[in-house]
């Protein structure tokens, strides 16, 4: 089946240091991959994606690489905020069924220190 | 564009009470998903439809809940009866038709069961 595995968090850093949190999945053929974020008390946002390999998607200083052979969808931002402390969660999307439908990993806590 | 809308926001209720969650998508979609969020964890979903109709209710426990999309607009999710372990965020999302679309997420339900 499909699956997400998330770095264990949470995490803490000081402003302006370099952000990754791991996120690799199984699946079968070639799924997309997502990285949404939740606020506290709000719902999920689409950070980024990218539907195919070596494809890399970028959104408000973050970045992340689709790397097929590696099954690797890391996230990283070289200079982190306060405002970026929320839950990230890595998602799949599969090619093969009808529709979309979004596997989500554990989710990993991010606190970003003044 | 308007976003995904939910209602209510927070509900308080004993256990083995009834409770129901409205959700309406975004206008266009006809992809309608119900998601649960236990606190600590990644979403799961529970019930996916394609316009009125049923795709995925296979990790509904269909002993106490519910779900329909009469029209193919707006949703209803309900639980009855309620147990504690239901106490968690219920998101409802939509997304276009087609395979690898960008799935919108509402800003949740949050159930709590005492």
């Known amino acids: 089946g499909n699956s997400v595995t998330q770095m264990e968090g949470p995490v803490t850093l000081s402003e302006e240091a370099f952000l990754t949190i791991n996120c690799t999945y199984t699946a079968t053929g070639y799924p997309s991959l997502f990285w949404y974020v939740q606020y506290p008390g709000e719902g999920l946002q689409l950070l980024l994606k990218a539907t195919k390999a070596d494809d890399k998607g970028s959104n408000k200083g973050f970045e992340a690489t689709y790397r097929k052979e590696t099954t690797s969808f890391h996230l990283e931002k070289g200079s982190v905020q306060v405002s970026d402390s929320a839950v990230y969660f890595c998602?799949?999307?599969?090619?093969?069924?009808?529709?979309?439908?979004?596997?989500f990993g554990e989710g990993t806590q991010l606190t970003v220190n003044p | 564009e308007a976003g995904v809308a939910q209602s209510p926001r927070y509900k308080i209720i004993e256990k083995r009470q009834s409770v129901a969650f409205w959700c309406n998508p975004i206008?266009?979609?006809?992809?309608l998903y119900w998601y649960q969020q236990i606190l600590g964890q990644g979403p799961k979903l529970l019930i996916q439809f394609q316009n009125n109709g049923v795709v995925d209710d296979s990790q509904l426990p269909k002993d106490r809940f519910s779900a329909e999309r009469l029209k193919g607009v707006d949703s209803t999710l309900k639980i009855q009866p309620a147990k504690l372990e239901d106490s968690a965020v219920y998101l409802c999302?939509?997304?276009?038709?087609?395979?690898?679309?960008?799935?919108?997420f509402g800003e949740g339900s949050w159930l709590t069961v005492v």
């Open positions: 998602a799949l999307n599969p090619r093969e069924t009808s529709g979309s439908r979004l596997t």
């Open positions: 999302a939509s997304s276009l038709r087609h395979s690898g679309n960008t799935i919108y």
């Open positions: 206008s266009g979609h006809a992809t």
